[in-house]
């Protein structure tokens, strides 16, 4: 960063608290997540204004030192007692030397200044948009660690939940909705739990409270997992994370205890995405010979499966399975919804490819090769493009030729061979 950014960047901060302090109607929400951290802002209903900035604080989290020594020469900013603070004498002037100095870029990411300046000729900015764009406190892993003490100050007994669950915040969650190539199935049913969650009220009202319990069923590598994280990005909900295969406990009988601190835990956890991997392993059919801990742990998965929904919880239930065949039918009642994951068609594998070497320059048919690939999940599609960009790159090229998609093709059809081989 140069001297002059890094005038700039101070200058921001100073105008943000100020702007911030004056207007109470400005929440956690119209703070950049760097502002959040630097002013110590952690989620509480009422803030405690004023924010103050001070040299020591813009060293320890943003690394600029002598912050008070690089703004002497700019005449719109005063540090106090030896850089305890550091404030704006004058707003006014010093939002014009701002913009006049090339701040209108950092104005359009930070709701903040987008506030104070969307009536200005100036700097034009949709103050409406630069908040949309802002990560929301909610989606942070601040804001999940935050809300897990709580939870935990309150009753440790869940802490054995936790052990037992991954908490993802939207923030930490790679997979975009926007790259996942849905099914017109698929898209009408995530619709529906749009529209769902934003009646939420309304549905309560008419006591319309069975919606939100998803079963995801589909071969592996065919998305489910994806998709189920996506939306956690996408509907702005942390996702707790459960497989089913750690849930059930070396001694049988802490099975169900298990299985309620989880749904207890979602429910204090609110609002959020349940996900439930594995499903089968537990709410699998149940024979007479059935280990009786086991349907204990069946009965008690059911159980609150009956109990937990999105409408009055909050809680979007998804359970995902690679062998429908193996539920209980008692278990299949309980969703709402079944949603099919094929294997994609020609269609959608063009439309995978497309979308997985969008920054790869591939020199290839797409056509061609989502014909060529009949029977091959999405995760085999990107298995095939890894290996044909390290092909390339093995040959000092950059691009991906057709030769380079036949090595991976080749790849994956290997990988059959040796899945389907008895070694026995």
Known sequence: MSADDETLKLLELALTAEIFNRHTDLDINDLTPECRELFGVNGEQEFKRPLLLSEGMIKRNLGIADA????????????????????????????????????????????????????SDTAPVSYDDVRARNLPYEDTRAYVA??????????????????????????????????????????????????????????????IHEVGKLLFVGPPGTGKTSLALALSREMHLPLIEVRLSMVTSQYLGETS???????????????????????????????????????RAVNSLLKNIDRINLVKDGVLLIGATNHPQLLDE??????????????????????????VTASIECRCNFEVLAAATEGFSGADLRILVKEALLSALMEGRAYITDQDIERGILLIGTRGTVRTQNWL
């Open 330 to 355: 008692a278990a299949w009642r309980r969703f709402d919804e079944i949603v099919e994951f094929g294997l994609p068609d020609t269609g959608m594998r063009f439309q995978i490819l497309k979308s």
């Open 68 to 119: 008070c020594t690089k703004l002497s020469s700019v005449p719109v900013i005063a540090c106090e007692e030896f850089g305890q603070r550091i404030r704006v004498p004058s707003l006014e002037a010093a939002a014009g030397w701002f913009v006049r100095k090339g701040g209108v870029p950092l104005i359009r990411n930070n709701p903040t200044l987008a506030f104070y300046f969307r009536d």
């Open 146 to 207: 935050k809300k897990t003490a709580e939870i935990l100050a309150a009753n440790e007994e869940f802490r054995h939940a936790l052990d037992l669950v991954i908490i993802s915040s939207p923030e930490e969650i790679e997979q975009n909705f926007e790259d996942i190539i849905c099914t017109e199935e698929q898209k009408r049913i995530i619709g529906k739990i749009r529209t769902a969650r934003k009646h939420r009220d309304l549905l309560a009202r008419h006591r």
């Open 257 to 295: 205890k298990n299985i309620d601190r989880i749904f207890d835990f979602a429910r204090k956890f609110a609002p959020c995405i349940l996900f439930i991997d594995e499903f089968d392993f537990v709410a699998k059919s149940r024979v007479a010979d059935d280990h009786g801990a086991m349907k």
